[in-house]
């Protein structure tokens, strides 16, 4: 069949369907006994739309010419013009999301008022249930314009989801990701409980995903997020995005603590992340990224002043139980302890398997790695951090980098 009646085919079943998912099928079906409008494309009663992979490139050589002849003509009317680039853009970044010119245009139709843009919405709702397609930067940058432009259309938990499902049918989607992050930062404090929700869920998803650093990051904007709205309401409070060591150890002289009146609730909350982690850890030793999101954690509550004893005093919940939880919380010397307790396990581990080594190596040298920069953190001398350096060394893939530190200790 050739492109045009494919192509006019395709804009027949979006006009007359509401179809919530699309997908390229590897082959085609043989031509039906009983006549078909639809063929080759398949839709299901559940409004699923299919397109044979043959023709994918038909579709998209012919609306791409109906594209860029239709915008240089100038004698139609504007109307059926502006309804031509319509359904030709519709179909060009169906096909391909990442086509600039075509999306550029649609940008143009919705300003114009000629395209909904809740309509245009669902468009990229729609894009996004391609597994190929939900990694597309131009379609998530476009669903934020659209977002920004018209926010009375943002609906939170519907832009969460829609991030977490195309994160899920293509992993490590930093594109995603990335929007998700956008949208969480723009949660307003009435909806507070969102962010609570959406803590409570990315548990379980870290646990089924402990080497995706992916979805770590987006905890860590959560976490941020909720320390920020649960601070006085204008209290300015500095993201850590981009914060350093510097900054930190400025930080520390500048008589800057948490203020009292959340303050427990803040502890709570980056206490229990530190005993998640931890206990992430310990179930599965050897992955890079549970490590890394200890260090955020780590880190973060050393930028919060968590750890510190300049608190002022904290009113009791009740007669029996102090509100504050400083006096449990982990300092340095408990991280250490951690780190040793890590190895230790692991080595008992690598006696009791000799043949399944490889865990147990990888993480004494992350829990290293993480004394190492500990010790770095709160300005541990060049000796009391040689016994790790070189440690690190004779385990460490990058020993060259390790090597260098040692020379320069000495």
């Known amino acids: 069949m050739d492109g045009k009646s494919i192509y006019e085919k395709f804009n027949t079943v979006l006009r007359n369907y509401a179809i919530d998912e699309i997908g390229i099928l590897p082959y085609s079906l043989p031509v039906p006994l009983s006549y078909d409008d639809n063929y080759p494309l398949i839709v299901d009663e559940k409004a699923k739309l299919g397109i044979p992979v043959d023709c994918v490139n038909k579709l998209f050589q012919h609306a791409h010419g109906i594209f860029m002849s239709t915008r240089r003509r100038d004698d139609l009317d504007e ?13 060009l970044v169906l096909i391909n999301p990442d086509c600039y010119t075509a ?9 114009q008022g000629i395209v909904d843009p809740s309509e245009e919405l669902n468009l990229l709702a729609l894009i996004f249930t391609v597994p190929k397609h939900s990694k597309s930067s131009v379609a998530w940058y476009h669903r934020k314009w659209l977002l920004q432009s018209y926010p009375y259309l943002m609906e939170y938990k519907h832009e969460l989801s829609l991030a977490q499902r195309a994160a899920e049918i293509y992993p490590k989607n930093y594109y995603a990701w990335s929007y998700r992050h956008w949208v969480v930062s723009k949660i307003p404090h009435v909806s507070f409980i969102l962010l609570e929700n959406e803590l409570q869920n990315m548990k379980q998803w870290i646990r089924m995903n402990v080497s995706d650093y992916s979805g770590m990051q987006y905890r860590q904007r959560c976490l941020i997020v909720m320390t920020q709205r649960r601070l006085l309401e204008n209290q300015e409070s500095r993201d850590l995005c981009g914060v350093s060591r510097n900054d930190l150890w400025n930080r ?10 959340n303050s427990n609730e803040i502890i709570q909350l980056w206490r229990n992340e530190v005993l998640f982690t931890r206990d992430l850890i310990l179930t599965y030793p050897g992955h890079e990224a549970l490590w890394c999101h200890l260090r955020f954690v780590s880190f973060a509550c050393r930028w919060y002043d968590i750890n510190s004893s300049a608190y002022e005093p904290i009113e009791r919940l009740d007669n029996n139980k102090s509100a504050s939880v400083t006096g449990t919380w982990s300092d340095q010397e408990g991280e250490i302890a951690f780190v040793h307790h890590c190895i230790e396990l692991g080595e008992k581990k690598r006696l009791a398997m000799p043949a399944n080594t490889t865990n147990a190596s990888l993480q004494k040298k992350y829990a290293l790695a993480y004394e190492l920069w500990i010790s770095e953190l709160d300005c541990k001398t060049a000796n009391e951090m040689k016994k790790v350096t070189s440690c690190l060394n004779e385990l460490a893939e990058e020993t060259n980098y390790y090597h260098v530190r040692i020379d320069n200790e000495l």
């Open 79 to 91: 109307n059926k013009q502006a309804a031509m680039i319509d359904e030709a853009s519709r179909c």
């Open 103 to 111: 999306v550029n245009a649609r940008k143009v139709l919705v300003s």
């Open 252 to 261: 520390r002289n500048d008589g800057v603590y948490l203020p009292s009146k």
